[in-house]
């Protein structure tokens, strides 16, 4: 991995480790709110074994670069015809059930505390490639819809790949949503390329030709990757890449 340009390296900070309230034991929490399994609603784990097993990965062969699943080794249609400004979307996992609703739950249902293994699905599926990048930093939410959820889940999960695998995360304010999108699972395909166009700002120094990993929760279409990608290439990067924790193959994500 290159070392990050001196104003980058700057701007990346220690990813935030999310905490429990310093002042009640761990403990007693777990006593008065015990952990939920946020696939089945069973008592004991943020995420049991049994919902963890149903996770599956993105049936291959999938298209080099969009990353949904293709008869043959290769590209997929769309991917063949267009031209793109990420070069690869990968997922952890398939948008299925137990994860979709464990996904659902973590932004819908204010259960931050998802991140973490929902994080690791990330962690692990980075764990093996041979692929390197310079610097990894969230989709951002607009600070309007950030300050309703009270957190980004992208930045969250960045923070667990990031920690696991040493990577540089950037401050999630470089990049900026400039203006209010309509929820992306409400749209049409083209539709959701028009709702997310220029609605990305980047607000840091010139990137000078560095790899950047974009992090998301769930890629649908990608036109909300390919949004960012496009500020982050103008500001300088030299490769953009995505990783989700789970790819929707149908009309049901939000990305
Ligand atoms: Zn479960
Ligand atoms: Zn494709």
Redesign the pocket.
Known sequence: MAPLPPALAALAPTPPAASAPATIPHQLLDMLFPAR?A??G?IGEL??P??LAQVQPVPPPVCVRCGRPVPAAGRCATCLAGRFHVSAIRAAALYAD?LAQAIHRFKYENRPELHQPLGELLASYWRGRSVTVDLVIAVPLHPQRLAERGFNQAELLAAVLCRQAKLPQLRPDVLRRTRETQQQMLLGPVERRANVQDAFAWQGPALGGCKALLIDDVATTGATLEACAQALLAAGAGKVWALTVARALGDGGTG
């Open positions: 399994c696939g089945c069973q995420f049991c049994a919902c137990p």
